[in-house]
């Protein structure tokens, strides 16, 4: 029997956090794929994202702005939504694949403080 109970709120936003969001969403709406099927849409995603920033660079590099000030922020709004979906389906993907993304993301982090650069 499938869990229907509405996802949480982002009120906690730590990777634990998103991980308990995705998969309540994942459950409540039925999503059953495989990896390379997630990987797929994550790479579609983040194609989306660039498609965003593009519209944005595009018009910052004319002198005079083609793009209305609602307009730039509609485009600001697209690329938060996109990013959000390649933050999910990053999410999942690690969940699938049973990456610890809260211990990761500290020990990652704990090299990159001691890496040159």
Do not use: C
């Not at 998969?23 to 999503?31: C, H, S």
């Not at 983040?46 to 965003?52: H, P, R």
């Not at 999910?88 to 969940?95: E, G, K």
């Amino acid at each position: 029997m499938q869990d229907h109970r509405e996802p949480e709120t982002f009120a906690t936003t730590t990777i634990e956090g998103l991980q308990s969001q995705v998969r309540q969403l994942k459950d409540a709406k039925g999503f059953d794929i495989g990896l390379e099927q997630r990987l797929a849409y994550l790479t579609s995603e983040v194609g989306e994202v660039a498609t965003e920033v593009l519209k944005l660079s595009e018009d910052a590099k004319r002198a005079t702005g083609k793009m209305s000030a609602g307009e730039i922020q509609h485009v600001k709004k697209s690329l938060g939504m996109e990013i959000y979906d390649v933050m999910w389906n990053l999410v999942d993907l690690a969940d699938m694949a049973g990456v610890d993304l809260e211990s990761t993301f500290e020990e990652k982090a704990s090299l990159n403080r001691d890496r040159e650069w």
